[in-house]
């Protein structure tokens, strides 16, 4: 078999999952959704039937980055030595010619390029018609990644096969073709990670409401904890979507650009239906539960949804829909248990999470490289002293609202002994001034709850707190 690394027939190379380990299509419609929502959603419903013209409508509101893609080491390393070599390199996509003509550009792949022009979707057996007429029957070599390159393949002299398609590749040796194998597949592992299971360690703020009414039987803990598989579903499906709407911001970011969907390690469809997958069963769980769950969940995914398209662009905005957000899981909780959410206790938990939407800004601007806006943020290292700020006043707003709930009667029900309430104020005070002394260093995780989880002295200042609330209940 001739090997097609040793051909000196130009060298074609499909562009989405195969040059790319992304799809241009999908780039194009995540990035322009996230520029332009109500533009995208247009284009997209107005041009479902013609792919080319949608691909190109999709590419002029998106504006993407070409240069920040994701490439396939493999098949990059192919162009690149085949480039050296002498040997004509050709990109053949069926996405849109801008997006395809400048990522060639940004490889210094200088050939000839096909690709879709708003009316031909250069796909199948028109790209192989297109290259057949250029090089002629068994002119070229192509890789590709997808059963729509079948006819591609069968006129190339090689077959360079990305993927994992056996039967592909056996029916083109059966047939006497030349083929190469580029084995690449997603992890299921990588797929997971999409979902960040660790951060459903917040979900812990749907027992809330149970404890502060001193309810922990074995009925409201089960019922809570089904509460809270719903909303880390949910939360899942919002973090998948938040991630594919911030594809080029995570590329530029030190850390997020290794995260599955930036780093092309995930496909973005796969992301997609995993989200609308998982999406539905936490709404399904939640009407199990009730209707009114149902409503308390489906409205944190819409205002979650919000937060991705726009809010978290907003400054202050974003942080108070932050907090908002987690408030929302102590009212979940109410409703799950069936038990009254304290006006005091949501009042309580508002501005402390407004204080930690304040540390999670401080530490992104403590670990930036430059002067420069956060990608995809409103916010620059001059706000900093701003961002101090308002964290102090949550913190004052948290601390004053327990204060005045030590004097509500149902305080005096709960809890026999009023001072040790007080008390209780020195180490809360002492945990949430420690999160944004760290936060304003830079020495914590960018999510200060996860980092709050694994931090031993936060932990011990928090167990302390309780201990001493557990002992105010008395005899």
Known sequence: MKDAKTSMKPLVLDVDGTFLKTDMLLESFWQALGRAPIATLRAAFSNLTNRAALKKALAEIAELRTDLLPTNPDVADLAQQSIREGREVILASGSDISL????????????????????????????????????????????????????????????????????????????????????????????????????????????LPLIAAHRVDFAGVMI??????AFSLAASTIYIVNDLLDLEADRLHAKKQHRPFASGAVPILVGMITALGIGTFALGLALAMSWAMLGVVGLYMILSLAYSLKLKKMRWVDIATLAGLYSMRVIAGAVAAKVIASGFLVAF??????????????????????????????????????????????????????????????????????WQLWVA?????????????????????????????????????????????FTAVGG
């Not at 550009?105 to 007429?133: C, P």
């Not at 806006?373 to 601390?399: C, H, M, W």
């Not at 020195?426 to 949430?432: N, S």
């Open 349 to 418: 938990i508002f501005p402390t999470f407004l204080t930690l939407g304040c540390v999670k800004r401080l530490t992104e601007l403590a670990l930036a490289q430059s002067d420069d806006p956060l990608p995809g943020r409103g916010y620059g290292r001059k706000d900093r002293g701003d961002l101090l700020n308002v964290a102090g006043l949550g913190i004052f707003g948290a601390l004053l609202v327990f204060f005045l709930y030590s004097f509500t009667d149902t305080a005096t029900r709960l809890y026999a002994f009023q």
């Open 100 to 207: 395809v003509s400048r990522l060639a550009d940004d490889h210094k792949i200088l050939s000839r390029v096909f690709a879709s022009d708003g009316t031909t979707n250069m796909t199948g057996t028109r790209k192989a018609a297109a290259l057949v007429k250029a090089y002629g029957k068994g002119g070229f070599d192509y890789a590709g990644d997808s059963i729509v390159d079948k006819p591609v393949w069968q006129a190339a002299e090689n077959a360079i096969i990305v993927g994992h398609h056996p039967h592909i590749a056996a029916e083109l040796a059966h047939a006497g073709g030349n083929v190469e194998e580029f084995h690449h597949r997603w992890r299921k592992r990588d797929l997971i990670r999409a979902l960040r299971p660790h951060q459903w360690v917040k979900n812990v703020l749907l027992f």
């Open 224 to 229: 809570v904890l089904v509460a809270a598989i």
């Open 425 to 469: 104020l020195i180490p809360i005070a002492a945990w949430l001034t420690r999160m944004v002394r760290l936060g304003w260093k830079g020495e914590m995780d960018y999510d200060p709850i996860v980092f709050a989880m694994r931090d031993k002295y936060g932990l011990a200042l928090i167990l302390l707190t309780l201990t001493v609330m």
